[in-house]
């Protein structure tokens, strides 16, 4: 168990459990797990590849339901929302960003990060405006005219986590966000992150690798046999299926 009891956690999971259905059986990937994220934290999660690391980080957005257990974000139970609450709650709540920028290749970075704010119901002028803002936090006012398949896959990353932050959210999930960018474009990627994360007064959880990466947030997690659990810092070093 990797629960801190405190009455400012924003972010709760009670005996979660994902089970998926395959050839062999089912395949349990979380089972039973609790755990806790205190108003303000960046919280890593480490393991090997097909742990459950993104899984866990879809279930805890509200992007996938849980086969049992629940989430609660301030205390609102999510599988009580219906299905446009849970939309509105992820537009409002919730940035995601994934090891792919998922940009669409056709759109400008800055048409890219403002379509949430036009999800939202926001004039086209207001949306430019916002985008506007935060690619000049990520470092991309000269590149907002280009076509996201023009940019370097450390500018696509930034352009994702503008799009993701757009909408300023309190709480922002990243999956691998630096997993396919090389050492020193990871470095500088994460850096922003850590950097939005302190100025905006975040509440972060990023699933990583990247144990360096992962040894500078607030606290880390090995996701192992379908739970979280606690690790010191200190002890962080690569294992196998780990870099």
Known sequence: MASMK?????????????????AAGALTVLNELHLEVQRGEMVAVV????????TLLYLLAGLDPATR???????QRLSELTADQRAEHRNRCIG??????NLLPDFTARENVLLPRL???????????????WLAE???????????????GGEQQRAALARALVTEPAALF???PTGNLDEATSEQIFALLARLHRSHGLTSLLATHNVAMAGRCDR??????????AIDRQTLGPKKGES
Do not use: M
């Not at 393991?47 to 993104?54: A, E, N």
């Not at 995601?96 to 920028?101: A, D, H, K, T, Y």
């Not at 999800?119 to 803002?133: K, N, P, T, Y």
């Not at 997690?221 to 979280?228: A, D, F, H, P, T």
């Open 47 to 54: 393991g090997p590849s097909g742990v459950g690391k993104s």
């Open 96 to 101: 995601f960003v994934w090891q792919l920028s």
């Open 69 to 75: 257990g629940e989430v609660f974000y301030d205390g």
């Open 6 to 22: 405190n009455e400012d956690a924003v972010l709760k999971a009670e005996g979660l459990t994902k089970i998926f259905p395959t």
């Open 174 to 176: 990243a999956d691998e």
């Open 119 to 133: 999800v939202r119901g926001e004039s086209l002028a207001e949306a430019g405006r916002a985008a506007d803002r």
């Open 220 to 229: 880390v997690w090995r996701l192992e046999g379908g739970q979280v659990h």
């Open 138 to 152: 990520g470092g991309l006012s000269e590149r907002g005219d280009h076509l996201a398949g023009e940019l370097s």
